[in-house]
């Protein structure tokens, strides 16, 4: 049995679709089942993982994975596509399994998704600190202007990410 208190999550949380999500292999790995097992078990909990905590991924989205992670390096040629997991999604996944490692690992997660959240600025935040500040210079304005712009478009594109999300398991 693994040692619960020195389990590494930090670098099993991705960004996609603009959102922190986990996957349905790691996510088995640390609760000591199979993947399928543990896709099966939200299947037949369907009603528990609206489109918000889960989704499938895409082509596009498993080939970043594969390219940017080694241990994903078996889903290359696989036709089958990962599923992943919101903060919510996993929290839920421990209430799925009930088993006593899902919930002692589900802490470790839950703890390390605050520690995340807690260490980055919200895009709103960073705007309006930006936008308070008075500055004379023409050029720095354009500059700060294009950060804001910036900003906004990443907080556009976690906005239609969200949107697109379908809902996954049976209808």
Do not use: W
């Amino acid at each position: 049995m693994k040692q619960l208190e020195n389990i590494i999550v930090d670098d099993k949380i991705f960004i996609i679709r603009g959102i922190q999500v986990m996957i349905d292999r790691d996510l088995a790995e640390l609760y000591q089942v199979e993947t399928r097992a543990l896709n099966q078990a939200v299947k037949r909990n369907s009603e528990n993982f609206p489109n918000d905590f889960m989704f499938k991924l895409n082509e596009k989205e498993k080939n970043g994975l594969v390219t940017n992670c080694d241990r994903f390096k078996s889903l290359k040629h696989s036709t089958s596509y990962p599923y992943a997991f919101t903060e919510q999604g996993v929290y839920m996944l421990a209430t799925v399994l009930k088993s006593k490692i899902a919930r002692e690992v589900n802490i470790s997660i839950m703890r390390t998704f605050t520690k995340l959240k807690n260490q980055s600025v919200p895009y709103f935040d960073i705007v309006k600190r930006i936008e308070k500040l008075e500055i004379s210079d023409n050029q720095t304005k354009e500059l700060l202007n294009k950060i804001v712009q910036v900003i906004n478009s990443m907080q556009e594109i976690q906005d239609e990410a969200k949107e697109d999300t379908k809902k996954i398991g049976f209808v």
